[in-house]
């Protein structure tokens, strides 16, 4: 979450209308100190004077809120508890796929109560802090120091809960009994992800001290280290009293219905087979529904330059068909699923679909690597994919070996994959190396083709993909090894996996505290198990409905 | 109840079995109250370890023997926080800083440091300097080797260093010319049969001498290898019989059947199974020269005779190319499968010679 919410910060310095959420940039000048900022309530229509405003913003409002209706009132019953002081409701974490309107309904709940929404932002840079630190009006309590975003994060949360907001108590003579303020969490600073203890460790506190209720939003990752139950382990959450409501994404019906209603808001006419068609596509994802809605719809206006610079390299191609509003555009603006350009980059080199067209004449001797132009360039499909090149060619080498005909075919690919590995482990020349990472899969589409000529053969067979097994091997091995270090603080590791381990396992099995057997005794079957990975279903799909036409899927939007 | 290498492992120079001589010549330079810094090369299981043992035993007393585990965090220069753990006495340190990959430099140069930098309280009893044991000194960086050089010449009044080495080839010159080398060769096949039946009868266990001369053939000529082979063979049966089996270590036997599934087939189908096998391994730990070396003894003995140079040929290039790169299994999976299509375009050439 927290590197997609950094990159739309950056994206709002250069085309702001473009943000999907106006709040971020109009306290953002606050937020750069780390100070306390009031939120500011913005309806989205009162902007609509400006750059044409997203209308994803306008969810946050009680009656129009696409949450199911159960969901919010556990919520809002939540927050009643920690706003009149029932203990064991100081946090409250929200966690659910991106879009599914945790934020909103928050925001809404709280505009309801006339409750303040604190939010934290990440400071922009820790840089322009320590730069200005002296505009900053001194307060109490306050360090002078250089501070990293953990220490920023920490003295906001200290200080929300120290101070009220003077504006609230004065101007808003509660019309209910919630004038409290509220803590809003987004977006953490990364420190957490790397240290989770850190965070941790506040919340522990804060729960402790602290009178304001917050609110820890977690949108899922798809990555491990970014998920909330590494942040907020379950163990944690039940011994501090952490609250977890978990949001599911948004129904066919309720988002629907939402769509239209915006729709009928903004007096836009529109199909219901776009309608339809964006839901599908969304799969749960209101904000990008709402924003693929208005992009498609907003095609043919003027604004559409402004709205597609952002993203405009991937729209590019679009651009020749911006007459009709196709539904196929938008689907293609927001294909969600981040296992999909994966899977295809792959099925597209292990297939290695190559054009009718001849192939360039090679001299004599080469004559056998010659190979008709392969229709997918695989400098794009990594591109698309968001793997980093080392990752594509595990997956590559994971799966290449049924797609080969012959022995002589795996030890070429085997050859390329090797070569790839030689170029991207050399880590002191960086990243200016990983544009060559498409060697792995240049090579394996080489191999594929090497006897298959004229009789490109019908592949019927049902062949799932599978992510690499070589990182649970690593992880064993590497257990293995700290556990042999713990035993044996010096020494030859050679000596002791190769040689005095398994010997001491035949010896005493129950020697070194049961390590001789384990490591030195082997699976007899040796069969690593095979992870199911989590696009396996996807190429069940795939693979039942052999050849497949790619070229009107090839636009991905990644994010 | 301790394996029988650590129960026997002599503790003097003068209880030493083989290489007598240079026992000898150890103990008058000890016995001269100062040495240089020594490279202790020569092949696993030939008693490196024990000579340095012995060696510091001689210098310092049984004092040496008292040892305790350290574990020391060094911080690198980009603050990343190293824990490394030491074995030490208080005359010597003895460290493996391959452990911690490339940043293996900070930590031998602020080891020596502390070490170095306080002297010994009591120096009219004992010597004014003392050692550090470097194990595994040829998996150092070269950047830690030249770092350490310097290191070397700073601390010399107050330190010793005792590198251990499988090869001096991966040792830079300048590290080599500034210390000794002593060359511990592995022990002939007559002196691990000798040594194996010293340990038995001490055991008082009896031991033919067909079945020493069967574990010594097996072992390869390396000492711990031997002596923990004959443990396994007395926990499997004893009394020994002459024609008893000498076990190999699970792996060795798991590799063996690997090969000649890749003897028996041909096929991307079999290399997927081999990959399989190639996992359990590594997930194992088995270190992958070992993985190489194993192979390629297996394989050579299943094919033809003008095959064998090529055979050696892939495996040398394929692991070279491993110490290049960062993950074994393509490397690994890379010779196998040269391998096979080598084998059966052979296979398939003489069939058609055959008709």
Redesign the interface.
């Known amino acids: 979450m927290s590197a997609a919410s950094k990159s739309k910060q950056k994206r709002s310095w250069i085309a702001s209308s473009f943000d999907d959420d106006d709040f971020s940039t109009t306290t953002s000048n606050d937020t750069k100190l780390g100070a306390p900022t009031i939120y500011k309530k913005l309806k989205g229509i009162s902007k609509s004077s400006k750059n044409p405003s997203l209308w994803s913003g306008e969810f946050v409002n009680k009656d129009r809120l696409a949450v199911h209706k159960k969901k919010a009132e556990e919520v809002e019953k939540w927050l009643i508890n920690a706003l009149t002081g029932v203990p064991g409701h100081r946090v409250l974490l929200l966690t659910g796929p991106a879009g599914c309107g945790k934020t909103a309904c928050v925001r809404a709940l709280a505009e309801d109560m006339t409750v303040v929404v604190k939010e934290w932002i990440n400071p922009s840079s820790v840089y322009t802090n320590n730069s200005n630190w002296e505009s900053r009006p001194w307060v109490p309590g306050d360090q002078v120091s250089e501070s990293g975003a953990a220490t920023l994060f920490r003295e906001y949360v200290s200080r929300v809960n120290k101070y009220g907001s003077v504006t609230t108590v004065t101007t808003n003579p509660s019309n209910r009994d919630y004038n409290g303020q509220l803590l809003l969490v987004e977006d953490l600073p990364n420190v957490f992800y790397r240290e989770p203890a850190l965070l941790q460790d506040i919340i522990r506190r804060y729960v402790l001290c602290g009178r304001t209720p917050a609110v820890f939003i977690m949108s899922d990752a798809p990555q491990l280290e970014h998920s909330s139950t590494r942040l907020f382990p379950p163990n944690f959450c039940s011994a501090v009293g952490v609250t977890i409501i978990q949001f599911n994404s948004v129904a066919t019906t309720l988002m629907t219905k939402a769509l239209s209603e915006v729709c009928r808001r903004h007096d836009v006419p529109v199909s219901t087979e776009l309608i339809t068609c964006i839901t599908e596509a969304a799969s749960g994802d209101l904000r990008s529904a709402t924003n693929a809605l208005q992009f498609s719809l907003d095609f043919s206006d003027t604004t559409k330059n402004i709205l597609l610079a952002p993203s405009k390299k991937k729209s590019r191609r679009k651009m020749a068909n911006t007459d009709d509003i196709s539904p196929a555009v938008a689907t293609s603006t927001n294909a969600k699923d981040s296992a999909l350009p994966l899977f295809r980059a792959l099925g597209k080199v292990l297939y290695c679909k190559r054009s009718d067209s001849p192939a360039a004449p090679l001299p004599p001797h080469l004559r056998q690597e010659e190979r008709a132009p392969a229709t997918a360039d695989p400098e794009v499909l990594l591109d698309t994919c968001y793997l980093t090149p080392p990752t594509f060619a595990a997956f590559l080498h994971q799966n290449y070996t049924p797609f080969m005909k012959s022995v002589a075919g795996a030890s070429t690919a085997l050859q390329y994959l090797c070569d790839a590995d030689l170029i991207l482990s050399q880590w002191a020349d960086g990243e200016k190396l990983w544009s060559y990472g498409s060697v792995a899969a240049r090579g394996v589409m080489h191999a594929t083709g090497v006897d298959s000529g004229s009789e490109v053969s019908k592949i019927s067979t049902f062949r799932p993909l599978v992510s690499p097994a070589f990182n649970d091997v690593t992880r064993t091995a590497s257990g293995f090894l700290e556990r042999v270090r713990s035993k044996f603080p010096t020494g030859s590791l050679h000596d002791l996996t190769s040689i005095i381990l398994p010997y001491s396992s035949i010896i005493d099995p129950y020697k070194f505290g049961g390590l001789a057997s384990e490591l030195g005794r082997m699976a007899e079957s040796g069969r690593v198990k095979q992870l199911q990975c989590h696009f396996s279903e996807h190429s069940r799909e795939e693979s039942v409905s052999e050849p497949i036409d790619y070229d009107d899927t090839i636009e991905e939007v990644s994010d | 109840?301790s394996?029988w290498?650590d129960k026997y492992r002599p503790k003097e120079l003068s209880k030493l079995d083989y290489h007598t001589e240079q026992a000898q010549h150890l103990k008058q330079l000890v016995d001269g109250g100062d040495f240089p810094h020594l490279l202790v090369t020569g092949p696993?299981?030939a008693g490196k370890?024990t000579r340095v043992v012995a060696l510091l035993r001689q210098l310092y007393g049984p004092g040496t023997e008292k040892l305790r585990?350290e574990h020391q965090s060094v911080l690198t220069a980009s603050k990343k926080k190293l824990e490394i753990?030491?074995?030490a006495s208080n005359y010597h340190l003895?460290?493996?800083p391959?452990?911690v990959g490339i940043h293996d430099r900070v930590v031998v140069q602020e080891l020596i440091k502390t070490l170095a930098s306080s002297h010994q309280l009591d120096t009219v009893g004992q010597r004014d300097f003392k050692v550090v044991v470097i194990?595994?000194a040829d998996k150092l960086t070269k950047d830690a080797q030249h770092g350490l050089r310097r290191t070397m010449e700073k601390y010399m009044s107050t330190c010793r260093i005792i590198l251990c080495a499988n090869s001096t080839s991966k040792v830079i010159p300048a590290i080599r010319s500034r210390c000794l080398v002593v060359r511990v060769p592995a022990p002939t096949n007559e002196q691990i049969v000798s040594i194996l039946q010293n340990i038995c009868k001490k055991e008082s266990l009896n031991l033919p001498i067909q079945l020493a001369e069967k574990i010594a053939v097996k072992s390869r000529r390396?000492l711990?290898?031997a002596i923990?082979?004959c443990?396994?063979c007395k926990?499997?049966s004893y009394p020994f019989s002459s024609t008893q089996e000498v076990?190999l270590?699970?792996?060795?036997?798991?590799l063996r059947t690997?090969a000649n599934m890749i003897v028996s087939e041909?096929?991307?189908?079999r290399?997927?199974?081999v990959?399989?096998?190639l996992?359990?391994?590594?997930?194992?730990?088995?270190?992958t020269?070992?993985i190489f070396q194993g192979l390629l003894r297996e394989l050579i003995q299943n094919v033809d005779g003008e095959l064998k140079a090529e055979v050696t040929r892939l495996a040398a290039y394929?692991e070279h190319?491993l110490n290049?790169?960062?993950?074994a299994?393509?490397?690994l999976?890379?010779f196998v499968?040269?391998f096979?299509?080598l084998y059966?375009?052979f296979l398939e050439e003489n069939m058609a010679d055959m008709f």
């Not at chain 2, 270590?249 to 798991?254: A, I, L, M, N, S």
């Not at chain 2, 041909?266 to 189908?269: L, R």
């Not at chain 2, 996992?279 to 270190?287: A, G, I, T």
């Open positions: 109840m394996l290498i696993s299981g370890k585990i753990s030491t074995v003895e460290v493996n391959s452990d194990v595994e390396n711990r290898r923990l082979m443990e396994a926990v499997e076990s270590p699970d792996w060795e036997v798991f690997t041909q096929s991307p189908n290399l997927f199974e990959r399989g096998r996992y359990e391994l590594l997930s194992h730990c088995v270190p020269n070992a394929h190319r290049l790169g960062s993950k299994i393509y490397h999976e890379a499968a040269s096979m299509a059966k375009k």
